[in-house]
Each structure stands twice: as structure tokens, then as C-alpha cells.
């Protein structure tokens, strides 16, 4: 299974902007490794988090560990199949040993989005 984090620039902590983020961390619990990708979406003038979501479905992530997300991205995860889980604390380690000991909940904080803002850093 692949697990998507959006994370800050430094690679450690979670970010709590998902189409936004900077980049995804991506691992996999099958190989116990995992990879950093650039979030192309991060300076897009509209649709950030469509086209993050669409970044973490052709990584083939089945799971995805964030803070809140905005409605478009919700939906587009949801109609991929793609689960989205509420992470704690901002350790991408921590998080992922809390998701595969299920001790995350489902996100429950689904926000009508930035449409149109440029919410970069």
C-alpha cells in the first residue's frame, strides 16, 4: 500500500495545506521505503488541490494522511478510492506507525477550498 503525506520544505514535518504543500511524501508498507516528490500544484493559480489530488493518485497512493483538505480535492480522492485519514502531531514517521496501528481517524475537516487564492508560501 502507498501512503501519501503532503510535507513542508524541510522533509519532516506535515503540512497542513495539501494542494499547497510543497511536496508529497510518499511511502510504501509493503518495501518500508519511501520517496519525496515536488507538488507541482503548490504555485497553480486555481485548482491546487485537484491537481495535487491528481499528483497522489498517479503515485497509486491508496491512503492519504493530512490535516484537513479542501472539497475538490476530497472529492476527486473519494472518487479514485483514495482514504483520507486525519494525521496528528506533524512527525511524517509518527504518523504513518499511527495509521498502520489504526489509530488514526477518518478526516472529518473538509473545507470549500481557496478557488482561485494563491495560497502559497
Known amino acids: 500500500m502507498i501512503i501519501a503525506i ?3 520544505d524541510n522533509e519532516v514535518e ?4 495539501f494542494g499547497r504543500t510543497p511536496l508529497f ?3 510504501d508498507t509493503e518495501t518500508k521505503t519511501g520517496e519525496f516528490v515536488e507538488n507541482e500544484a503548490m504555485n497553480a493559480p486555481g485548482g491546487a488541490g485537484i491537481k ?3 499528483t497522489v493518485i498517479d503515485a497509486k497512493a491508496e491512503v492519504v494522511l493530512v490535516p484537513r483538505c479542501g ?3 476530497a472529492k476527486v480522492l473519494e472518487a479514485a478510492g483514495v482514504k483520507l485519514y486525519e ?3 506533524l512527525s511524517i514517521e ?3 506507525q499511527a495509521f498502520l496501528e489504526q489509530k ?3 478526516v472529518t475537516d473538509i473545507h470549500p477550498g481557496f478557488h482561485g487564492a494563491n495560497r502559497g508560501k
Do not use: R
Open 52 to 54: 495535487a489530488a491528481q
Open 25 to 27: 511524501y510518499f511511502y
Open 87 to 89: 494525521s496528528v502531531g
Open 14 to 17: 506535515i503540512c497542513p495545506s
Open 94 to 96: 509518527d504518523n504513518i
Open 104 to 106: 488514526l481517524n477518518i
Open 6 to 8: 503532503p510535507v513542508e
Open 71 to 73: 472539497e475538490n480535492a
